[in-house]
C-alpha cells in the first residue's frame, strides 16, 4: 500500500494513509498536490487509517493544513453537537480513570473521561471530547475536521485546546471558573461559554 492513497467518494477524496512518518505523509501529499494542482482544488477530503492514531494532534493539524493550503476543503459530516445525539453513534469511548501526565488517547468517535486530563497529557477524538473533572492538558476535537465537535469540562483549564483546524490557548493569567465550560466554534473560531445543565420537567416521585 502506498504512504497515501487517495481514493473517490461520494463527491469527495478519502486520504487512507499506510505505514509511514509525518515527514513521508508530508513529503507524499506535497509531490501530488505540486504534479496535479488543479485536480484536487475545490475537492472536500476525508482522512482515514490506523496510523493516523500514532499521530500527535499538531502533526495531525499541520497535514490539514496542508490540504488546505492547496485548496481542498475539510469534510464536515453533519451531525448534532449534542451529547445525547451521539451517544447513539456507538462509537463512544469511556475512560474510567484519570489520564496522568505523559498519557494519550487517540479514538475515532467520542470520548468521555471520568476523571481528569493531567497537564501534559493529550485527548484526540474525531467527535466531542468531554471531561468530567479537570482539563488541564491538551485536547483535539473533530481531528478530521468534523467543525461541530464540541469539548465539555467541569473544569476546564486546558493547555491548548484545537477543534478541527482551529487553535486556542489560554492567557497564561487565566483562572479556571466554578462552573463546567464548553468549547465550540462559531464564526471560524473557537468561543467558551458557561454550560448549564438544562432542567428537568420532570417531578419525582413521592417515596
Do not use: W
Amino acid at each position: 500500500m502506498a504512504v497515501v492513497e487517495i481514493k473517490g467518494q461520494n463527491g469527495g477524496l478519502v486520504f487512507v494513509f499506510g505505514s509511514g512518518t509525518i515527514d513521508e505523509y508530508t513529503a507524499e501529499l506535497s509531490n501530488r498536490f505540486a504534479a496535479n494542482p488543479l485536480l484536487f482544488a475545490g475537492f472536500s477530503v476525508t482522512f482515514r487509517g490506523e496510523p493516523l492514531k500514532n499521530l500527535t494532534s499538531e502533526e495531525l493539524g499541520s497535514l490539514q493544513r496542508l490540504c488546505l493550503d492547496h485548496g481542498l476543503t475539510l469534510a464536515v459530516p453533519h451531525v448534532s453537537k449534542t451529547v445525547r445525539e451521539r451517544d447513539t453513534s456507538g462509537k463512544d469511548m469511556i475512560v474510567k480513570r484519570t489520564l496522568r501526565s505523559g498519557q494519550k488517547i487517540i479514538h475515532d468517535g467520542s470520548i468521555v473521561i471520568m476523571g481528569d486530563v493531567h497537564e501534559s497529557a493529550e485527548v484526540v477524538a474525531s467527535q466531542d471530547i468531554i471531561v468530567l473533572g479537570r482539563l488541564e492538558g491538551v485536547v483535539h476535537a473533530g481531528c478530521f475536521g468534523d467543525a461541530s465537535s464540541i469539548v465539555l469540562a467541569l473544569k476546564l483549564m486546558p493547555r491548548q485546546i484545537r477543534i478541527a483546524d482551529k487553535i486556542s490557548r489560554p492567557p497564561s493569567d487565566s483562572t479556571p471558573n466554578d462552573h463546567p465550560e464548553l468549547a465550540y466554534i462559531e464564526e471560524g473560531h473557537i468561543c467558551v461559554r458557561e454550560y448549564k445543565i438544562p432542567n428537568s420537567n420532570r417531578k419525582r416521585a413521592s417515596i
